[in-house]
């Protein structure tokens, strides 16, 4: 939209509508501020049966890691992968950061306190990479969220390398 002369004059003898512009202004510096501050990281985790080997990926507007691991388990990749998204994140300028996952097992413990039997060893690790400044949000996997379908494929790359 192009401003006139005119509409300036009048905006800045108008002082209602001097407010609403500097509301408007300062509510677009607001979100332009936040989304250089947040970054978002979709993960995912995936294990083949037939070979007893996992796959684990992270994607963001940055960067995308995946990897695999022989005998382990969904879970164990599902931990794997938002361990590495955090190690991602706390080496980067961002202050806020936002996880998606579609693994319950990982969200609702994070987040619902559910009790944890196995995989202490990730679950250290884990906790040792979690501070205030990290939300972690649950999606439903294979419903059309382009970033966790990517995650998926990715994770399922991680599960078909070869591993000696």
């Not at 300062?26 to 083949?48: H, M, P, R, S």
């Not at 969200?107 to 250290?124: A, S």
Request: hydrophobic letters at 35%; glycine letters at 4%; charged letters at 25%.
């Amino acid at each position: 939209m192009e401003i006139t002369l005119k509409d300036l004059k009048e905006l800045l003898t108008n002082e209602d509508l001097l407010k609403q512009y500097t509301i408007n202004v300062n509510l677009v510096k607001q979100t332009i501020q936040q989304d250089l501050e947040t970054l978002e990281i979709w993960t995912d985790g995936a294990y083949k049966p037939s070979t007893n080997q996992g796959g684990w990926s992270y994607i963001c507007s940055i960067d995308q890691q995946f990897g695999g691991e022989k005998e382990t388990t969904n879970n164990r990749m599902e931990l794997t992968a938002v361990i590495n998204a955090l190690k991602f994140f706390n080496n980067n300028t961002y202050s806020k950061c936002i996880i998606y996952s579609d693994s319950q097992y990982v969200i609702n413990t994070i987040n619902n306190n559910w009790k944890r039997n196995k995989n202490n060893d990730l679950w250290e690790q884990l906790d040792s990479l979690i501070s205030s400044n990290i939300k972690f949000v649950w999606v439903k996997g294979h419903d059309g969220n382009e970033m966790n379908e990517k995650a998926d494929k990715l994770a399922v790359c991680g599960s078909e390398l070869f591993i000696p």
